[in-house]
C-alpha cells in the first residue's frame, strides 16, 4: 500500500486547505484512513478518521467543528478540509492507513502505512 498526500502550503489564520490523500495497492474494505499530524518538536498526534467500509468520522477535540474528514466513492482518496485555520494548526499532515481495533483509531502505532507528509503554516 502507498500513500501520496497533497495539499498544504501557507495560509492565514481563519483560512482554509484541503488535503488529499491517494491510496493505492490493496487496501482491506475494514481499514481505516486518517490523517495525523506533527508540530515541531511536538510528537504525531491524531487529527481525523474515516472506517473505510461504512463511513463512519472520528475527530480529535482540537479539530472538531472545523476539520471534516471525507472519502471519495471509490475510497481510495481522503480528504481533510480545514477551516478556520489556527497558527496552532501548524504542522507536517500525514495521512495513514491500517487495520486496527476500534479502541486505537487515535493511536499512531496502530497505522501500518504512511504518506510522505505535506506542511501546512497557518500564519498569524
Known amino acids: 500500500v502507498q500513500l501520496q498526500a497533497s495539499g498544504g502550503g501557507l495560509v492565514q489564520a481563519g483560512g482554509s486547505l484541503r488535503l488529499s490523500c491517494v491510496a493505492s495497492?490493496?487496501?482491506?474494505?475494514?481499514?481505516?484512513l486518517a490523517w495525523f499530524r506533527q508540530a515541531p518538536g511536538k510528537e504525531r498526534d491524531f487529527g481525523a478518521c474515516?472506517?473505510?467500509?461504512?463511513?463512519?468520522?472520528y475527530y480529535a477535540d482540537a479539530v472538531k467543528g472545523r476539520f471534516t474528514i471525507s472519502r471519495d466513492s471509490a475510497e481510495n482518496t481522503v480528504y481533510l478540509q480545514m477551516n478556520s485555520l489556527k497558527p496552532e494548526d501548524t504542522a507536517v499532515y500525514y495521512c495513514?492507513?491500517?487495520?486496527?481495533?476500534?479502541?486505537?483509531?487515535?493511536?499512531?502505532?496502530?497505522?501500518?502505512?504512511w504518506g510522505q507528509g505535506t506542511l501546512v503554516t497557518v500564519s498569524s
Open positions: 495513514a492507513t491500517g487495520s486496527m481495533i476500534l479502541s486505537s483509531l487515535r493511536d499512531y502505532r496502530a497505522y501500518t502505512y
Open positions: 474515516i472506517r473505510r467500509n461504512n463511513g463512519v468520522t
Open positions: 495497492g490493496r487496501i482491506g474494505s475494514t481499514y481505516v
